[in-house]
């Protein structure tokens, strides 16, 4: 699946529909959505910021990361992109070290 027919596929969410009509009811009201717009801004850099204060200190610093990124990418195209193309690396990962796993967890039971 290509990444474009993902960012498509997850704006069909119920997520997305919901954010489309205040995002419509909004656009009628342009201080609404400037006020929106900041909100959501300011909000996804304090979580970025301190995803990455807690990378050093203890804490899920990666988790805050991503989730700055979400709030980020319910405004801005390039920040969900960002957060799909994690997603995929991350899961890529994971499922390499799961199949490794387990291919180790075999030889160490044939032994």
Sequence with gaps: MSLDQEINESQDSKIHQKLAKLRNFMSKHPLLLVIHRFIVITLGLLCILAGIV???T???????IFL????WGTEFTWAHRLNLWAKAKVIGIWRRFKARSEERRQRKNQI
Excluded: A
Aim: glycine share 28%; net charge neutral.
């Design 54 to 56: 807690m990378l050093v």
């Design 68 to 71: 700055g990124m979400g709030l």
């Design 58 to 64: 203890p804490g899920p610093g990666w988790l805050f």
